[in-house]
């Protein structure tokens, strides 16, 4: 199926995606992605993640993204799309109010080279929102503003809500991927962090309703790196 590319985004940081709609508030599939970050703490929902890189013999151009939803926060995405048939309007709309909260947390992406932050284009060049059983998956392609050297000095990019409302996580370096031609030129490492006991009770002991100080950046602390070097 090809990712749509035809439908309108919004990525205002500070635009809620359904300003008139009651009925998409009380929804939590729709709701982790429309409510203010000032309102979510520790992980009521779960994203499991998978990046394929984007790139051709010389350089990275972009991140291949796919988000798979836990099935409590898909119940809500999936009842409205109902039995719509896959590429239909129903599913590009929903597909559209996704990806734009997404734009407007910058994908949930940081992403560095030697220390420096590296830019990439404000909207996707393809997306789709699908379902796998009773769960939804969102994926997207994040283009770099400009292609970087694959050669030279390692890149590292993370993936995380800075609340961590939303845990957002690779299982393991089997959902890294390199295309062939990269294969036996770059690695792909992950690093999963081990916040301490303190740290951990902390998250676990917020409610939905509570938001940690935005200087703690709690999400942050427990964000994966995925560390991306070639020769």
């Given at each position: 199926?090809?990712?749509?590319?035809?439908?309108?985004?919004?990525?205002?940081?500070?635009?809620?995606?359904?300003?008139?709609?009651?009925?998409?508030?009380?929804?939590?599939?729709?709701?982790?992605?429309?409510?203010?970050?000032?309102?979510?703490?520790?992980?009521?929902?779960?994203?499991?993640?998978?990046?394929?890189?984007?790139?051709?013999?010389?350089?990275?151009?972009?991140?291949?993204?796919?988000?798979?939803?836990?099935?409590?926060?898909?119940?809500?995405?999936?009842?409205?799309?109902?039995?719509?048939?896959?590429?239909?309007?129903?599913?590009?709309?929903?597909?559209?109010?996704?990806?734009?909260?997404?734009?407007?947390?910058?994908?949930?992406?940081?992403?560095?080279?030697?220390?420096?932050?590296?830019?990439?284009?404000?909207?996707?060049?393809?997306?789709?929102?699908?379902?796998?059983?009773?769960?939804?998956?969102?994926?997207?392609?994040?283009?770099?503003?400009?292609?970087?050297?694959?050669?030279?000095?390692?890149?590292?990019?993370?993936?995380?809500?800075?609340?961590?409302?939303?845990?957002?996580?690779?299982?393991?370096?089997?959902?890294?991927?390199?295309?062939?031609?990269?294969?036996?030129?770059?690695?792909?490492?992950?690093?999963?962090?081990?916040?301490?006991?303190?740290?951990?009770?902390y998250a676990l002991s917020l409610d939905k309703a509570d938001a940690p100080p935005e200087d703690m950046d709690l999400g942050q602390q427990f964000a994966q790196k995925v560390t991306l070097e070639c020769h």
């Amino acid at each position: 199926m090809a990712l749509y590319r035809d439908v309108t985004l919004n990525p205002n940081r500070n635009r809620p995606l359904f300003r008139n709609a009651k009925r998409h508030a009380k929804w939590l599939g729709l709701a982790l992605f429309c409510l203010p970050a000032s309102v979510m703490a520790h992980p009521h929902s779960f994203i499991d993640m998978q990046t394929t890189l984007v790139a051709n013999e010389t350089s990275l151009t972009g991140l291949k993204m796919v988000w798979t939803m836990d099935e409590i926060t898909s119940a809500d995405l999936l009842y409205d799309a109902q039995n719509a048939k896959p590429g239909s309007d129903i599913w590009k709309k929903l597909a559209a109010e996704v990806m734009a909260r997404v734009l407007s947390q910058h994908y949930f992406t940081d992403f560095y080279r030697e220390g420096k932050p590296v830019k990439y284009l404000d909207l996707p060049s393809e997306y789709q929102l699908s379902r796998k059983g009773n769960q939804a998956v969102l994926e997207f392609v994040l283009p770099l503003a400009k292609p970087q050297v694959l050669q030279g000095k390692p890149m590292e990019f993370s993936t995380f809500d800075p609340s961590y409302f939303v845990d957002m996580t690779y299982k393991d370096n089997t959902a890294l991927h390199l295309p062939p031609e990269l294969e036996k030129r770059c690695t792909l490492a992950l690093f999963t962090p081990k916040p301490n006991a303190s740290l951990q009770n902390y998250a676990l002991s917020l409610d939905k309703a509570d938001a940690p100080p935005e200087d703690m950046d709690l999400g942050q602390q427990f964000a994966q790196k995925v560390t991306l070097e070639c020769h």
